[in-house]
């Protein structure tokens, strides 16, 4: 590598790093987050092709489950639980395609089937039995952040990602 | 929208179990990636619109900096018993085992595609990682191609199968190879393949390249058929090592792509097809890509269908599938008229004698490390959390329970990279390949046009291609992902 290539290599470094710190916003990791313990909305941009929730208001999830969910009172700094309903009945899906939330999130995922099956939620490698008919739940911290679908391992089908956003 | 909402009510059957599973971004394996956020995508635009004009810089008044270039280096001795005839004889074999593994695990092991070794070792490690150690290390599937080995193997019971039965007819040129490597990605995306239909397809290629050896001889079918052959030679043109003078030698990464020229056409669309279908792989999944057809098409198709979504349904699945599969094939034709645009665009503003074709195909190349960083930004994240498992996969092939070689409890939680790291490595990696492309067809315009002044005006219309591909594959990185099966409502 010669004297010129290498001043040329280090002006583009260091334009590189200028621009980065220029264009970098203060809450850089997070720019999309949503505040902790907020209720995570659903994005407008996949509200309108979600998979079939029969009305919107099953597939906002309830922020803080008010009744069997005694840490959410617990104190204002500790994010709060976040609970999502999903139910099947007749290979139909009703609940939030899209669950999004920021890192450390506790999260509930409350799932009845009218068949049984058993779901799988794909990186944190958590799978929970579905009996027909009945509510079962998946309690767990969200603390890895990415993109996990969430399948239907008897029917074969993805219904639904959750979304981890790196924390703040 | 009403009518679309009415849907997930009034369709049992069709949300869940009717869709096909169009929905996965790749064929195995989950990436887990989230969409980069839109200040790093806006923040690599910006870099590769500056970086190229200090790139382009670096070269003004000192056009022989270009030349400097070429030079190799041999390596140590000691790598030379890689080339001796008894190593590549046992990796040839190891090669033709691991084919041969593959289909009996198919065939005979488990279905479940996370429990059995072909679909990690095919999709992951042979597809993949395989890819990158050629980009870095050279085309070694040249001589460790298990199919030619096959086709070696029909051709001591029959000549046929080494010399071929009718001249290639060379208006063909890469055609055939083009048309298989689509079908490849079609397949790969839209198959739903599973281990036994792999192995299945494993064997049906077996038989497609025992069938063009017959027709047209190894040398033939090995050049323009067999699309891994084309595909890595291609990729192998950027690796750091070559082999010359009867030695391993080390050369500059990249430079490789200027020693040859690519030389028709369909080898122009073939690179274009590899850009775009990583490109289109990563858009097919994205909410924009989906709502196009499902808000801004379908209006246009009731007419013929009706508006009742309910019965409409089973056709309009059938239509989305269309447009998917097209959308894949006609993609490189995205690229391909950006690309002759451009092209022709600094053949006016030089007035070079030379056809438009020629001019193609003199910088068709220098766009490969485009495709190579798109595909590693892509996939890269898949070796680090399914590929790895093939070692402990390799104690369990079939899924049986084996532990062969006492690896079948390794990683029983495979690494995680965090997510601002996969973000900053793919921002990182667009912007080397853009860097590296700019670079290289800066040396090819040294090359092709007369005068110096000449090759630095034919970089502006190039530079303003560069930069859309690398701000399409930057976008495409940073939109939304669509969730669950695809039924409007």
Known sequence: MNARMLLFFAAGLLLLALLFVWLRPD????????????PAARPDASGALDVGAGSTDTAVPQSADPAPAPTAAADAGAPTEQVYTLSIRGGQVEGPALIRV?????????????????????????????????TAELRFNADIAGRFEYELHRAHAEIGALEVLPAP | MRTLRALAAAAPGAALF??????????????????????LYLYGAAAALLVSFLVIGYFVGTPQAAHRNFATRPLPRAFEWLAAPAAVRVLQLLSLALLLLSIATGLWGTRNP????????????????????????GDSYRVLNPWQQLAQGASSVSRQFAVGRYDYPQRFSYLPALALYMAFIWIELFGNVRPLSLSVLLLGYAGLTLTGCWLWGQAAWFRYGDFFSVFFRITGMMSVIERRDGRFQLRQPFIGLLRERCEDF?????????????????????????RVFWQDLKPLFEPIVGTDIVRSFPVLKQMYFVYQSLALILSPLLYLSIYVAMIAAAKAITRSPRSLRELCLDFGYTLVPIALVYNVTHYYTLIAQQGVLVIKLISDP????WNLFGTAGWLSKPPMLDVGTIWHTQVALILVGHIVSVYLAHIVALRVFVTPRQALLSQLPLLVMMVAYTTLGLWILSLPLQAGVMVPK
């Open chain 2, 114 to 137: 996370y429990a059995n070794f072909n679909m990690t070792f095919f999709w992951i490690v042979f597809v993949l990682a395989y890819t990158y150690t050629v980009a870095l290390l």
């Open chain 2, 398 to 401: 079939f899924g049986f329970g």
């Open chain 2, 18 to 39: 009717g869709v096909p599973q169009t929905a996965l971004a790749h064929s195995f394996g989950k990436l887990y990636t989230l969409p980069v956020p839109v200040w």
């Open chain 1, 102 to 134: 920021p890192r450390g999130t506790p999260l509930v995922l409350r799932i009845t089937s009218d068949v049984a099956d058993e779901l799988h939620l794909h990186g944190y490698d958590l799978t929970l039995d579905l009996p027909a008919g009945q």
């Open chain 1, 27 to 38: 809450n850089a990791s997070a720019p999309t987050a949503l505040p902790a313990g907020a």
């Open chain 2, 266 to 290: 369909s080898l122009l669309l073939f690179v274009m097809f590899m850009l775009s279908s990583t490109a289109y792989d990563g858009m097919h999944n994205t909410v924009p890509w989906v």
